[in-house]
């Protein structure tokens, strides 16, 4: 059978304030004549469907609006679960109608048999098994322990636990089949090894490296892993059968020329990868440099329909930068999204630093400042650093 294996939508996501509804509205479009032309027969969302827990109506819309556009094509089973973006009970609330049309939506760790669910061809008959894991909240991992967690050795074991609990329930599914089906995993985590880029938008899920996992904790009867997190397409730690999709769009600047891709993962003799790339439905451009650089590459570009995100890298400070920058595209069709001086923040910077004061500190920077004033061997540095972000964090998401 063939799957589709996508995640990291982020329907009504803004960029510098710019809404994207119409790219995810192309893509979803582009996404729908993809399963209809390569027949898929399952559809994997390994999530973060949408940037916020609370979508507006628009972000709804696009979603339910692919859902209903996906019915009555060859794809008879659709697996969705959330990411750490999602919310898991927003999610989950139409399930009962979803699951009526074979749709699947899992938000939350509950009983294990819910998160084992056959994927079927297009003739209805089951020809692999989905052991579909959402993102795992802290809390949630909490209860799967004895002990509170505080550590990331017990997330991993607690995430591991749950992995070798679907999966033997997906192994015992297929040995009363008879039949060798494969058995296909998700997850929405940060693998250790994986690569990500500098303003991809991608959230740490916990603190530091606490809640990166191996590929060892995937057991060896998954044939193939769907995950769900990264932004850019990639194996984890050579292994091909472990895989991130990446998001579909480009979440920011940083990730211009990087291309996006779905995988199609096709069961029939074994496990066959095939990478589809994604169309860039809105042209973006970062332009750095000194002033006149940046004049002049805007006014070539002023009449492509492109977004553009400035950086004046020269010392000199200029004052009138934006409004010179936002002069050449005021009737134009280019828009510029965000215009950064690094000669007026380095002056603001430098003043401010001398007027510092704990309400404009973060709290982060107050126990960095406290750490250097007195003498900790540097041995020691990191693992306090670490005790500190997990106390914060922890802090936070009680409050």
């Given amino acids: 059978m063939k799957i589709l294996h996508t995640s990291d939508w982020h329907i009504g996501h803004t960029l510098y304030a710019k809404k994207r509804h119409g790219e995810h509205e192309f893509f979803l479009l582009w996404l729908t ?10 559809l994997i969302v390994s999530g973060d469907i949408f940037d916020t827990g609370v979508p507006g109506g628009q972000a709804q819309k696009l979603y339910y609006d692919f859902l209903k556009s996906i019915l009555g094509t ?7 679960v959330a990411g750490n973006h999602d919310s898991p009970s927003m999610l989950e609330a139409p399930s009962a109608v979803l699951e009526s049309l074979n749709i699947h939506i899992i938000g939350l760790v509950r009983e294990i048999k819910r998160h084992v669910i056959p994927l079927c061809d297009g003739n209805g008959e089951t020809k692999a098994i989905c052991c579909a894991v959402p993102y795992l909240r802290k809390n949630e991992m909490v209860k799967m322990q004895d002990d509170d967690i505080s550590s990331d050795e017990k997330i991993v074991r607690a995430t591991a636990r749950l992995y070798s609990d679907v999966t033997e ?13 494969p058995i296909i995993a998700t997850g929405h985590l940060f693998a250790q090894g994986a690569q990500t880029r500098e303003g991809d938008g991608v959230r740490d899920l916990y603190v530091g490296n606490l809640g990166q996992v191996g590929a060892d904790i995937f057991p060896k009867a998954i044939d193939y892993v769907a995950l769900g997190h990264i932004h850019s ?3 984890v730690m050579g292994n091909e059968n472990i895989r991130y999709c990446g998001s ?4 920011s600047f940083s990730e211009i020329g990087k291309k996006k891709y779905v995988l199609e993962i096709d069961t029939k003799n074994g496990i066959n990868i095939d990478k589809i790339e994604v169309p860039v ?47 050449i595209v005021k009737n134009a069709k280019a828009e510029v999204l965000s215009i950064r001086n690094n000669a007026a923040i380095s002056s603001i910077l430098a003043a401010a630093a001398e007027s510092e004061t704990l309400e404009t500190m ?7 400042k406290c750490f250097d004033s007195n003498e900790f061997a540097d041995k020691h540095r990191q693992e ?8 914060v964090a922890e802090l936070e998401e009680a409050e």
């Fill in 281 to 327: 439905f809105q042209q973006m451009k970062a332009i750095t440099g000194e002033y006149q650089e940046i004049i002049k590459e805007i006014k070539e570009i002023a009449d492509e329909d492109i977004w553009i995100e400035v950086t004046y890298t020269g010392k000199e400070i200029i004052p009138g930068l934006s409004a010179d920058i936002q002069a």
């Fill in 233 to 235: 397409e990639q194996s």
């Fill in 33 to 42: 004549k993809q399963i209809r032309q390569r027949k898929i027969d399952a």
């Fill in 362 to 368: 973060k709290v982060q920077d107050v126990f960095l």
């Fill in 74 to 80: 060859n794809c008879r089973t659709v697996v969705i």
């Fill in 248 to 251: 579909p769009l480009h979440m």
């Fill in 169 to 181: 329930e997906a192994i015992s599914i297929r040995e009363e089949t008879g039949t060798d089906l």
């Fill in 384 to 391: 306090l650093i670490d005790c500190f972000n997990e106390i």
